[in-house]
């Protein structure tokens, strides 16, 4: 099965960017669009980006996302962090048969 | 406004048959390009896909589970169905459904319900 890989876990400081990657492990994943999912906890997961790089109406444009095909991978950017940005983020993406999802990563805003 | 809410048992035993149900509103699974898809999240554990239904009857399905998942769709009450045979302990999970609305793109998410599967 594809399996797209993140880093568990990301930390920075109020104020600071942070990046987080998701690297397909076969494929190329730049072929199909990428979705980047937020979940607080307790909560339904929420998109931030979708198709690669498109926000959903109100979320803020500290959120970007991008891909890169010459590595197989997805980043999603979020800029001038907050304390509410602590959550867990997820990529999602598909082939032909299936969607799969990443496994996750917890970041936490120091 | 998309809504959808999922409902069914909070409580089954091994070996016996999960039947969950995404009801919806705000949007039709008539309409070209719409889905709906179940995803999956064991406590503490990340997102696991499942199984997605489009507007056309075309079905899709995880493949590690594939042989224990059934999903079809009743347009005239905007309900999507999920069933999930052999039930085990590590099938407890919070059960998600969402909306598709293209490229795979789940834009809505129900609130989830929880499933504990233990004798």
């Known amino acids: 099965n594809f399996m797209l890989t993140q880093p568990h876990s990301v930390s920075e400081s109020p104020g600071k960017t942070v990046t987080i990657s998701c690297t397909g492990d076969s494929g190329n994943i730049v072929l199909n669009y990428v979705q980047w999912y937020q979940q607080r906890p307790g909560s339904a997961p929420t998109t931030v980006i979708y198709e690669d790089n498109k926000r959903p109406s109100g979320v803020p444009d500290r959120f970007s996302g991008s891909s890169d095909s010459s590595s197989n991978s997805a980043s999603l950017t979020i800029s001038g962090l907050k304390a509410e940005d602590e959550a867990d983020y997820y990529c999602q993406s598909y082939d032909a048969s299936t969607v799969f999802f990443g496994g996750g990563t917890k970041l936490t805003v120091l | ?119």
């Open chain 2, 1 to 119: 406004q998309i809504t959808l809410k999922e409902s069914g048992p909070t409580l089954v035993k091994p070996t016996q048959t999960l039947t969950l149900t995404c009801t919806f509103s705000g949007f039709s699974l008539t309409t070209n390009g719409v889905g709906v898809g179940w995803i999956r999240q064991p406590p503490g554990k990340a997102l696991e896909w499942l199984a997605l239904i489009y507007w056309d009857d075309e079905k899709k399905y995880s493949p590690s589970l594939r042989n224990r998942l059934t999903i079809t769709k009743d347009t005239s009450k905007n309900q999507v169905v999920l069933t999930m045979t052999n039930m085990d302990p590590v099938d407890t999970a919070t059960y998600y459904c969402a909306h598709r609305r293209r490229n795979e793109y789940f834009d809505y998410w129900g609130q989830g319900t929880q499933v504990s599967v233990s004798s």
